[in-house]
């Protein structure tokens, strides 16, 4: 396992953009999976977009074309660029990585409040 830590939230008005970072205390290259998650208030957390060793990216739905994932093994650090911001991303976004053992390793999470 290893400790995440996210950052790059903040107050954004709709149509806005964010960038967020989720650096990892160890490698990332091993690992299976890493994802961005969000968790709003009164709704279960959600998978919004994950990337695989080989580099293989998947989206939710509703952030498909407006969200990257990416990720730079030499930082140990994955991004998540979020153009178009709309109310309804408003959450807490939470990094997780998967490693071969299937540990899964979660981050604090950091806020994204976007204004309409």
């Known amino acids: 396992q290893v400790d995440l830590v996210e950052s790059g939230g903040g107050l954004v008005q709709f149509g806005g953009s964010l960038r967020l970072s989720c650096a990892a205390s160890g490698s990332i290259e091993s690992m299976n999976t890493m994802g961005w998650n969000r968790e709003a208030p009164g709704k279960e957390r959600e998978l919004v977009a994950s990337i695989i060793r080989d580099g293989t990216t998947s989206y939710a739905e509703s952030v498909k074309g407006r969200f990257t994932i990416s990720r730079d093994n030499a930082k140990n650090t994955v991004y998540l660029q979020m153009n178009d911001l709309k109310p309804e991303d408003t959450a807490v976004y939470y990094c997780?990585?998967?490693?071969?053992?299937?540990?899964?390793?979660w981050g604090q999470g950091t806020q994204v409040t976007v204004s309409s």
């Open positions: 997780h990585a998967a490693d071969p053992f299937l540990q899964i390793s």
